[in-house]
Each structure stands twice: as structure tokens, then as C-alpha cells.
């Protein structure tokens, strides 16, 4: 079982739409980050939210940490066959190196 | 700098073959750790290092072993491959360890164990 649940798993889109993916947990976590990763690279870090209802926003990409520190999202504004990717979301327990990762969205922009 | 590089890039084992995987960062940083990467699982922590002589155990150590002789070095040894192995092991760096300060990962070292 995934201490981090990230849903959708797959998510096909046309060019221009918004999307919302998620990262759900019954656990709380000190801080959290999103990454991309491309095929046969390794994760590159998009954010990281460490307090309570945290909003950053890189661009058109728009990421929420939970009030209660259980759950982010991440939303895609006009989306660009250049965001595809798997987005990976890594959350911290305790302060104590103890991360874990969600088993990501895939997501794939058609022009 | 060439930030985080790990060697080989692929590798094929037989099951109870041992194998030592590399990785080396030049960034100075302090923390270094192993993730493996299976479909439908994410990256699950195997170990990590907060400095050189420093080690301790992620979510799924078993059947790894690591060393931190040197700051730049973080090798992850296989003992005795098996089949349950086979994965994509990713090496990452960072100044200071969780996850406030960025990881930088490597580009993946892809494991099968025949």
C-alpha cells in the first residue's frame, strides 16, 4: 500500500486544456515536493510546500499543500505537449529523512 | 559540473550474482541516497547517508549494502541478485538532508536479474 496515493494514474489531454492531479495521504508530512520525470532520466524537482494551505505557483502550473499538511494537488493551466511527463509527488515524515514517494501520474499533451 | 552520475547505465545478472552500482556527485553535498523504481510503486527509499561515514536504512534495505567512504561517493552493493531485483535504481544528492533542501537524482541505473 502507498503511504502517498497520487490519482489520476494515466491522463491523456488535448493541447490547451486544464488538468488537476493529486497526491492523497492519511499521513501528515513536515513538507512535500512535485517532480517530472522524463523517460530514462531521473526525477527533476517542479516545488516544494512546507506549510499548512502553502499555494506556489511556477509559471502555469499552480501547486496546493493541504491545510492539515495530508495532500497536495497540482494544476496545469493550457497545458503544452511539453508538460508531458510523470509527475511524482515526495512527501517528508517527521523531519527525519524518512521520504516517500507517490507512484505518479502519468500524463501525456497531445498537439 | 556533472552533478550526479552513476555507472553502468545498464546492467544483466544472473540470480547470486553480486554487483557494486556507483554513484558520485560533485556538489559537495552532505546527503546522498539510493531509490529503486518499479511500475505502479514509485520511488521507494533503499538507503541513505546524511556524510561520509554515515549511514542508515530506507523503506526496503534488504539485500543492498552501502558505504560512505567520501563525500562525492555513495556506491549500493547487491550481495546475491534476485529476480525481485530487477528494477531502475536511481542515486540522489542534496545539501542537507529532507526535503526542503533539492534533490538532484542521477540518470538511473536499469537492473535485470535473470
Known amino acids: 500500500t502507498q503511504l502517498l496515493e497520487q490519482s489520476p494514474q494515466f491522463l491523456s489531454i488535448q493541447e490547451g486544456e486544464n488538468l488537476t492531479v493529486y497526491c492523497n495521504s492519511s499521513?501528515?508530512?513536515?513538507?512535500l515536493q512535485w517532480y517530472r520525470q522524463e523517460p530514462g532520466e531521473g526525477p527533476v524537482l517542479l516545488v516544494t510546500?512546507?506549510?499548512?494551505?502553502e499555494v506556489k505557483k511556477l509559471k502555469r502550473l499552480t501547486f496546493q499543500f493541504g491545510d492539515a499538511r495530508k495532500d497536495s494537488s497540482l494544476h496545469i493551466t493550457a497545458a503544452q505537449p511539453g508538460d508531458t511527463g510523470l509527475y511524482l509527488c515526495?512527501?517528508?515524515?517527521?523531519?527525519?529523512?524518512?521520504?516517500?514517494f507517490g507512484a505518479g501520474t502519468r500524463l501525456t499533451v497531445k498537439p | 559540473n556533472a552533478g550526479v552520475t552513476q555507472t553502468p547505465k545498464f546492467q544483466v545478472l544472473k540470480t547470486g550474482q553480486s554487483m557494486t552500482l556507483q554513484c558520485a556527485q560533485d556538489?559537495?553535498?552532505?546527503?546522498m541516497s539510493w531509490y529503486r523504481q518499479d511500475p505502479g510503486m514509485g520511488l521507494r527509499l533503499i538507503h541513505y547517508?546524511?556524510?561520509?561515514?554515515?549511514?542508515d536504512q530506507g523503506e526496503v534495505p534488504n539485500g543492498y549494502n552501502v558505504s560512505r567512504s567520501t563525500t562525492e561517493d555513495f556506491p549500493l552493493r547487491l550481495l546475491s541478485a534476485a529476480p525481485s531485483q530487477t528494477s531502475v535504481y536511481f542515486c540522489?544528492?542534496?545539501?542537507?538532508?529532507?526535503?526542503?533542501?533539492?534533490?538532484?537524482f542521477g540518470p538511473g541505473t536499469r537492473l535485470t536479474v535473470t
Open positions: 540522489a544528492s542534496s545539501y542537507s538532508g529532507g526535503l526542503v533542501s533539492e534533490q538532484y
Open positions: 499521513s501528515v508530512f513536515s513538507s
Open positions: 510546500v512546507v506549510t499548512g494551505g
Open positions: 515526495a512527501g517528508e515524515r517527521n523531519n527525519n529523512n524518512d521520504m516517500r
Open positions: 556538489m559537495n553535498h552532505e546527503y
Open positions: 547517508s546524511v556524510g561520509a561515514g554515515i549511514t
